[in-house]
T-cell receptor
Framework: KNQVEQSPQSLIILEGKNCTLQ??????????LRWYKQDTGRGPVSLTIMTFSENTKSNGRYTATLDADTKQSSLHITASQLSDSASYIC????????????FGAGTRLAVHP | KAGVTQTPRYLIKTRGQQVTLSCSPI?????VSWYQQTPGQGLQFLFE???????NKGNFPGRFSGRQFSNSRSEMNVSTLELGDSALYLC????????????FGPGTRLTVL
């Protein structure tokens, strides 16, 4: 069964600190993996999208890594800001005619001053 | 370019009623997908439309239906509302669907009393 699991479920950090969010998936055949940021009451916004051959991709202070062998991805946030407080959703796309998207439950991050 | 717009933003209905939600994709995008988001279930795929045709469908009952018009605008209809239909309904557009990056709208918050 295609699944995406994220950890931790929630996280509290102090402003300025770094953090890493995890995503493990059992999706086959794999097409790509995406990280989204969702602010409360808003739609998700794409941060990165990574294909099988990509190990690392950055978007400002956000860096995503992908290990296709172990089927793990991480999202590292550097020098966190209060505006980073949001839910971060890992989404894996399965190949097969129409790429099907499997969503993780998300990690809720709170950055405190 | 204007982003994805959804109307209405908030809606309150009672059990047994029916509701229609609207989504206008980014200009030039031909694929529109609909998602239901609840605190307990996270994001769940409803269906995707491309060039006025439903291309893929999630595991929702037949009370949930949709359509797409020639200008790519899409509507989603839920009949015989149940309390469990209370959720944030998100639509996302992409140029072609599949592996393209999705751009989400702000969502419609539906409350069923």
């Amino acid at each position: 069964k295609n699944q995406v699991e994220q950890s931790p479920q929630s996280l509290i950090i102090l402003e300025g600190k770094n953090c890493t969010l995890q995503c493990n998936y059992t999706v086959s055949p794999f097409s790509n993996l995406r990280w989204y940021k969702q602010d409360t009451g808003r739609g998700p916004v794409s941060l990165t999208i990574m294909t099988f051959s990509e190990n690392t991709k950055s978007n400002g202070r956000y860096t995503a890594t992908l290990d296709a062998d172990t089927k793990q991805s991480s999202l590292h946030i550097t020098a966190s800001q209060l505006s980073d407080s949001a839910s971060y959703i890992c989404v894996v796309s399965a190949r097969g005619g129409y790429n099907k998207l499997i969503f993780g439950a998300g990690t809720r991050l709170a950055v405190h001053p | 370019k204007a982003g994805v717009t959804q109307t209405p933003r908030y809606l309150i209905k009672t059990r047994g009623q029916q509701v229609t939600l609207s989504c206008s994709p980014i200009s030039g995008h031909r694929s529109v997908s609909w998602y239901q988001q609840t605190p307990g279930q996270g994001l769940q795929f409803l269906f995707e439309y491309f060039s006025e045709t439903q291309r893929n469908k999630g595991n929702f009952p037949g009370r949930f239906s949709g359509r797409q018009f020639s200008n790519s605008r899409s509507e989603m209809n839920v009949s015989t509302l149940e309390l469990g239909d209370s959720a944030l309904y998100l639509c996302a557009s992409t140029p072609r669907g599949g592996g393209d990056t999705q751009y989400f709208g702000p969502g419609t918050r539906l409350t069923v009393l």
